[in-house]
Structures are given as structure tokens and as C-alpha cells.
């Protein structure tokens, strides 16, 4: 299974491990899950996870990117013409549209509205958990 993990579920996940972005984590930790990336993607990561509000330390940081990239898939996303409410949130939907079959797991399934995106999945932590439990 391959997955675009949305920043707000990657933290989420780290900070309540017994939650369902915890579970989505643990997958992506134990190999189960792979996640879809880009260089934006790797450089948001980083910039969240490494604000002091989170208390992460450098080095857990840069080896939890380290596993990403290594066990993760690089995607080379084309640029969508499609406005969404956070143009933020774009790589993100742009990785989604670009690895066939992947899955974007958001906390904000609002910012990335039905009606301007069809063709992906887009599931919240807990939809996502309840589906993949059933695979």
C-alpha cells in the first residue's frame, strides 16, 4: 500500500502513538505502509517536525526522513492547474495524482475538496485505519 502522508498526520502520529495517525505511522515505521514523496514534501516534513513546539531532536528527525527516502517512493509530480483552499496542501495532491494507487491521508480532507479532485483517494486517519484493516 502506498500512501501520501499529509504533515498534520505525520505529527499527530508521533505525538499520540495510540491513535490512528499513530497507527498509520507504525505501519510506515514497520514497512507496511510506503510513503509517496517529493523534495517539497521532504522539506515540509522537516521544517514542521524540527519546531521547537514539538520538542523532536534533530538527529530522530533527520533519521525518520532518512528512513522515508530510503524506504519511501520519490515521486516527480507534475503541477496540477487546480485551486485548492491551501495552496500549501498542493505537493501533497500533486504526489497523490502522480503515483498511481496512492492514497493521500489528511487530517484536512476540507482543504482538499471533492468537487475539484476526483480520481484519488482521500481519506482521513480514522477512514484510513478502518480500510486498511479490512485489506
Not at 507504525?26 to 521532504?42: E, M, P, Q, S
Not at 528512513?67 to 497523490?96: R, W
Amino acid at each position: 500500500m502506498i500512501i501520501v502522508l499529509d504533515t498534520n498526520v505525520l505529527i499527530s502520529g508521533l505525538l499520540k502513538g495510540n491513535s490512528n495517525p499513530g497507527t498509520i505511522v507504525n505501519l510506515v515505521a514497520t514497512g507496511r505502509i510506503k510513503v509517496a514523496f517529493d523534495l517539497r514534501i521532504i522539506n515540509e516534513y522537516r521544517l514542521v517536525l524540527l519546531r521547537a513546539k514539538f520538542g523532536f531532536h534533530k538527529r530522530d528527525v533527520e533519521a525518520l526522513l532518512k528512513q522515508v527516502e530510503n524506504e519511501g517512493i520519490f515521486v516527480s509530480a507534475a503541477p496540477l492547474k487546480v485551486n485548492i483552499p491551501d495552496e500549501g496542501d498542493k505537493p501533497f495532491l500533486e504526489v497523490a495524482a502522480a503515483q498511481k494507487g496512492a492514497v493521500l491521508v489528511t487530517g484536512n480532507k476540507k482543504h482538499f475538496p471533492a468537487e475539484l479532485i476526483t480520481g484519488l483517494a482521500i481519506m482521513n486517519p480514522a477512514e484510513f485505519v478502518k480500510y486498511i484493516s479490512r485489506s
